[in-house]
């Protein structure tokens, strides 16, 4: 093809020439052209028709015809040099064309790695999952600033835990690189049209939809709840489960058939974002909770502590002992260690996920993470007051706990900067040590004496030990606290020790000292 092009140039120049030398002989023999001041010279009806060039005797004018032809060619140079022009443009762009085929041929036999720079959406939108998970994923794109899987190289998940180590204990906010990871959101959805609540403040808080694009999942396929989430239009990316079909059970497990469903739904939607979307992270949030103005950034300045501390698996930003009087009003940067996997608005890292999907459990996800082949001694990051609150009391759990303890809980207003927090101190090197030391340094009381007005002066912390299950029970609900254990780990525990705010002081309800792991027969 561009040697063909390079023929049409030369057959072009060549017509050039051989124009312009036919012109120069046709002009010489033409007779001259008549002037309009002359009225209209060589037109019929002329003074001279076809006789002004001429001299006496019909002699030829040498001198005029000379100054006629001139004025003729200088016209037609003109129109030949714009000619020449768009020639010259022309060879330009076969010229581009030529180089750009030589480097086809030339790459032909080379393994050709094509970058694409695509403009960030303003919401991660899935690469495509068929039509059964409808219109809006047909119609999608893949998210912003989102790696393919398997594209990160063993030397950028290095940096980036190096990365992730700079950030913990700098004050000054996340390395640069860790700045603008992307936190999708994940909104597990139902058939719950309250949605909207959750959403409106997700949206209302989010400082970024780039940085934190909104995936809403839904099961159940109600419409009403699908026309509410629609209306956020690109605000949020909705995909749809696929899958609506009754799951078999045994018989005596018949009215858990929507616990199934769950845990079959989150499988799915947790695989969309980290296999479909490509993502590193997510944080988990369902249909019926509300979120706290710092709840974006409360993830994004631990996001680092999670990606470097291996003792750690989530991030939550839900305290189980969150009621008004048992927290510290004052501690809304207040951070803390449990060993209880608190849910109700999660981080997990894909890591973490690709070790849990493989044995995923067909109900009951959320207990079967708080056991220990799940949790292995790893811990979550809980704040003082909580970063979500729910107003879902009707669900598959039938308001199970909701009017006893859930809808007392305390929703933190105050924005608390946290990424310009040094939170190197959750790190478990850091954490145990002074952990005990506050623990086991609080002087030892029982219950009645935190009951009784003046027995105990100062707001010192104090210590409640319990030594059985049973113990663990009357005291905790004596205190005000949640009782159940699960896989004998009680909510909110770090190393046994359960502690909160009674009556304006701290209090620790503590195993004794030695403590060195939990028992599963106390569930």
Known sequence: MVRKKGSVILCGAFLFVAWNALLLLYLWGRPPLGRPAEGGGAEPGGKEEWGLGRGKGGRVNLAGEVIRLAEEVEVQLETQKKLLKQIESHRAVWA???????????????????????????????????????????EARPPAATPAPGSRSEQQQAEEAKEAEEAVTNP????????????????IACDRVTVKRSLDRLIQYRPSPELYPIIVSQDC??????????????????????????????????????YYKIARHYRWALNQVFYTFSQTNVVVVEDDLEVAPDFFEYFRALYPVLHSDPSLWCVSAWNDNGRDALVDPSGAELLHRTDFFPGLGWMLLKGQ???????????????????????????????????????????????????????????????????KHDLSYLLKEKYDDKF?????????????????????????P?????SSRDSFKVFARNLGVMDDLKSGVPRTGYRGVVGFLYRGRR?????????TQYDTSWS
């Open 96 to 138: 581009r064309q030529k180089d750009v085929g030589k480097r086809e041929v030339d790459g032909g036999g080379k393994d050709v790695h094509e970058v694409v720079v695509q403009p960030p959406p303003k919401t991660p939108l899935p690469a495509g999952n068929g039509a059964a998970a409808g219109k809006e994923q047909e």
């Open 172 to 187: 000054r906010g996340p390395a640069a690189g860790l700045a603008e990871v992307v936190i999708p959101i994940l909104v």
């Open 221 to 258: 396929g109600h419409a009403d709840t699908a026309r509410v989430i629609g209306s956020y239009g690109e605000q949020v990316t909705h995909i749809r489960q696929p899958d609506l079909s009754d799951i078999r059970v045994r018989p005596e497990h018949r009215k858990f058939q929507g």
């Open 353 to 419: 996920w690709e070790e849990l999907e493989p044995k995923w459990p067909s109900a009951f996800w959320d207990d079967w993470m708080r056991q220990p082949e799940q949790r292995r001694d790893r811990s979550c990051v809980r704040p003082e007051i909580s970063r979500t609150i729910t107003f879902g009391r009707k669900g598959v759990s039938l308001g199970q706990f909701f009017d006893q303890y859930l809808r007392y809980i305390k929703l933190n207003t105050e924005f608390v900067p946290f990424t």
């Open 436 to 460: 005990v030391s506050e623990v086991y340094d609080a002087p030892l009381v029982k219950v009645e004496e935190l009951q009784q007005a003046g027995a105990l002066r100062g707001p010192r």
């Open 462 to 466: 104090y210590r409640v030990q319990y």
């Open 507 to 515: 209090v620790f309800l503590a195993p004794p000292a030695g403590w």
